[in-house]
């Protein structure tokens, strides 16, 4: 995908797929020391944050319409009750039995497990890629476009 030719205002118009797509094209990288398994952390990431559950629809029927929306999806605890967590009275997550999205739970768990969080780490690789585009575009810049 050409991403030369991808601005702000058309971007959150695109299909799901192509929107996945997209976002995972700009912010492609190859200089890790361990690219795929990064890759795959950042693909997860993004389809966590896109494919989060419509209310009545289910996974993949709910994408963000805006940078800031996407943007704001890339909190843990958003993602966490947006595929069906649940917290207990110290406000810890908690995986209900049962749960239907048990393995993207366990995904979003996964993420913000280690020394460094994933989603914040692709919340900020995504915040520098809208500023690049804004001011590409002479636009306004995103908001919610500041880190948390």
């Not at 843990?76 to 009750?81: E, P």
């Not at 069906?84 to 908690?94: L, R, S, W, Y």
């Amino acid at each position: 995908m050409n991403t030369h030719h991808i601005d702000l205002e058309t971007l959150w118009t695109l299909p799901t797929t192509d929107l996945r797509h997209a976002l995972l094209a700009l912010a492609a990288t190859t200089a890790t020391p361990a690219p795929d398994y990064y890759n795959a952390l950042r693909e997860m990431a993004v389809r966590l944050v896109l494919d989060a559950p419509d209310p009545e629809y289910g996974p993949g029927h709910n994408p963000p319409h805006s940078s800031a929306e996407f943007m704001n999806r890339f909190d843990t605890a958003w993602l966490w009750r947006a595929w069906g967590g649940e917290h207990d009275a110290d406000d810890q997550v908690v995986l209900p039995v049962g749960a239907p999205h048990e393995r993207e739970l366990l995904a979003i768990a996964a993420a913000e497990s280690g020394k460094w969080s994933v989603l914040t780490a692709e919340r900020s690789r995504y915040q520098a890629i809208f500023r690049w585009l804004a001011a590409r575009d002479n636009a306004p810049e995103p908001e919610g476009a500041d880190p948390a």
